[in-house]
């Protein structure tokens, strides 16, 4: 016999216990006390990466052996020296690019996206090694870079090293490298906030306790090993009181999009001079040389440009800057650390946009009312930072943490908002995704709730199934489906079906293929309980869409029918893949369907004939 009653939605009650508002397993707990070690040498190599490029730049500017962190352009060289520095520390990073490796080019972040996305977290030893060293050389020798993004991609390098002797998942993998990005992050800053919430935004690419927890543990094991060895204050602390009207948070959106527009330009010319240097007829080994003669160039015209300028960004947090100094740091600087960049030279992009930001809001502290020391330069540099990496969370944490400046934390969330919307209305991709996107690859930043695990399969399966009893024969089987009525469209195209006994107790299922293949080959007398899967995969009605389509990839099947939660063998539906996209149907439904749900309903006097109007 076979059976197509519809089962009653009233046979299927709901349960959500089995739910929970984040999927946590003790497995979190063993990658967050591995994520410990890995903070501890992300923030060693950290404050190694930092004593390096001082090591380099006194060596090569001051003619002395010294780590101290030093500007390259206080130090009254000689011209030459000043030229021929950046040009002969990119011959260094073209050689140890070509013969070393490829992946030290760049400025760090769009590496390790990649490794992340599609390298399985995978990241060669030899460039933990070669990443630091080719930065502290790129840096130390005058170049307009900082140290944060080599340190997130040898973080990320050193994370993914001990993971990959470790048994351990793509995921666990990509959560250590994150922990070793963000502490080295932490580490070279001294901003644990800012770092988690970078890992959040940019590199995570989820919000799961999995991978929030280990990171977490690293960022605050490598910011209690920085203190110790490089201080625990803020890096460019900020004194003075600030008088902010309403006015002043008017202009502070106008400081946003000025922000927003200078971090356009910036990113649309790091990749045009990508471009240029395409088009060169020599070798992309040479290229870090020919940005250095650019950097050597720059660094004649205006000296401070050079290397991470750490000096600049204060003076320009405290006001002491020279308006001269501001107009030039805002045009060359811009330009030697873009077009170098876009060299394929090692080097980070955090401290240069702290510097160009801070020009920018210095300038326009000479037009806007006057707030308090540095107010329009901390606004810029975090609309900087919210238009470049379209990352506004980050750069309004980041510049708090960098200046201990709580009480602008209005004005900064309304400069990098402004800057975030208009660089994410006019730029299709930031600085940090173009490189990947030039590579052939696509990566989404938005995160939203999935649809898929906000329904059920008892809103989306079918009842109204086709079943046969476990004694028919597969000729009799297939006669059922041909005999169907042609209304019937879903119950023709079921193509799996339950085999049941008393009823509505599965025994296993059967395709329409086995069906016709038993027929075909001379059996069409066996009952389908002997050719039926007898340990089918299975859902239930109270699981969520995105665990059953989960269920269904794992398996390689696209239907499965549906039992009772309490009771495993009793039917009560059928569910396939197309069916789950209803929830992908409703999602867009809600984003692009638009209705007028309230109306306003006005009372009118009685000798107007009409007691109210819609």
């Known amino acids: 016999m076979s059976?197509?009653?519809?089962?009653?939605?009233?046979?299927?009650p709901r349960d959500v216990h089995h739910l929970g508002d984040f999927r946590a397993t003790p497995r979190m707990v063993v990658i967050a006390a591995l994520a410990i070690p890995v903070g501890a040498i992300a923030a060693v190599v950290a404050w190694a990466l930092l004593r390096l490029i001082g090591l380099?730049?006194?060596?090569?500017?001051?003619?002395?052996i010294d780590t101290a962190l030093v500007a390259p352009g206080g130090g009254h060289d000689h011209w030459y020296v000043v030229l021929l520095a950046p040009i002969i520390g990119g011959l260094v990073i073209g050689v140890m690019a070509r013969y070393g490796s490829e992946k030290i080019r760049g400025h760090g972040m769009p590496e390790a996206i990649e490794a992340i996305l599609?390298?399985?977290?995978?990241?060669?030893?030899?460039?933990?090694?070669?990443?630091?060293?080719?930065?502290?050389?790129?840096?130390?020798t005058g170049g307009p870079f900082g140290a944060e993004g080599p340190i997130i991609?040898?973080?990320?390098?050193?994370?993914?090293?001990?993971?990959?002797?470790?048994?351990?998942?793509?995921d666990e993998r990509k959560t250590l490298l994150v922990a070793g990005s963000a502490a080295g992050m932490a580490a070279t800053f001294n901003t644990p906030f800012a770092a988690v919430m970078l890992a959040v935004e940019l590199l995570l690419f989820e919000w799961r306790p999995r991978s929030y927890v280990p990171v977490a543990t690293a960022v605050c094991v490598a910011t209690v090993i920085r203190h110790p060895m490089l201080g625990s204050g803020v890096l460019f602390p900020v004194h003075g009181a600030l008088h902010v009207s309403p006015l002043a948070e008017l202009l502070c959106a106008v400081t946003g999009i000025v922000a927003g527009l200078l971090a356009i330009v910036s990113t649309m010319l790091v990749y045009a001079a990508e471009d240029g240097f395409r088009r060169l007829p020599v070798h992309w080994m040479w290229w870090p040389a020919i940005g250095g003669i650019i950097i050597g160039l720059g660094g004649l015209i205006v000296p401070e440009a050079l290397g991470v300028g750490y000096n600049i960004i204060g003076a320009e947090l405290d006001g002491s800057i020279s308006i001269g100094l501001v107009v030039g740091i805002l045009i060359v600087k811009t330009l030697i650390w873009s077009l170098s960049l876009g060299s394929g030279t090692s080097g980070g992009i955090l401290a240069p946009m702290f510097m160009i930001g801070g020009a920018l809001g210095a300038l326009?502290?000479?037009?806007?009312?006057d707030v308090g020391p540095g107010f329009w330069a901390l606004v810029a540099l975090a609309g900087v930072l919210g238009g470049v990496m379209r990352s506004p969370f980050t750069g309004v944490i980041f510049a708090l943490e960098l200046t201990g400046r709580f009480d602008a934390i209005l004005?900064?969330?309304?400069?990098?908002?402004?800057?975030?919307?208009?660089?994410?209305?006019?730029?299709?991709?930031?600085?940090?995704?173009e490189k990947i996107a030039r590579r052939g690859y696509h990566l989404t930043r938005e995160y939203d709730v999935d649809p898929l695990e906000i329904y059920f399969v008892g809103e989306v399966m079918q009842r109204d199934i086709l079943s046969y009893e476990s004694d028919l024969s597969a000729a009799e089987a297939l006669e059922v489906i041909s005999g169907t009525e042609p209304a019937k469209v879903e119950t023709r195209r079921q193509m799996l079906y339950p085999v049941v006994e008393d009823g509505d107790k599965i025994v296993g299922v059967v395709t329409r293929t086995q069906l016709e293949t038993a027929v075909h080959e001379g059996s069409a007398n066996r009952p389908v309980q002997e050719l039926c899967i007898t340990a089918p995969i299975v859902t239930h009605s109270d699981q969520t869409l995105r665990e059953t389509a989960n269920a269904m990839a794992a398996n390689a099947v696209d239907k499965m029918p549906v039992v009772d939660r309490e009771d495993s063998t009793r039917l009560v539906g059928l569910v396939s893949l197309t069916m789950l996209l209803e929830g992908r149907v409703r999602d867009v439904r809600e984003a692009q369907e638009s209705e007028r749900v309230l109306r306003l309903r006005v009372a009118r006097p009685s000798w107007f004939g009409r007691q109210d109007r819609p």
Request: glycine share 8%; hydrophobic share 50%.
């Open 153 to 170: 991609m040898t973080g990320g390098a050193i994370g993914s090293l001990f993971a990959q002797f470790l048994r351990l998942t793509a």
């Open 411 to 433: 004005p900064m969330i309304i400069g990098a908002s402004t800057a975030f919307a208009l660089s994410s209305l006019l730029l299709k991709r930031s600085v940090l995704t």
């Open 118 to 140: 599609l390298g399985g977290s995978k990241v060669q030893p030899r460039v933990a090694v070669l990443k630091p060293v080719s930065s502290a050389i790129a840096i130390g």
């Open 364 to 369: 326009e502290a000479h037009i806007f009312p």
């Open 3 to 12: 059976s197509t009653q519809p089962i009653a939605p009233n046979d299927v």
């Open 56 to 64: 380099i730049t006194n060596a090569i500017f001051y003619q002395r």
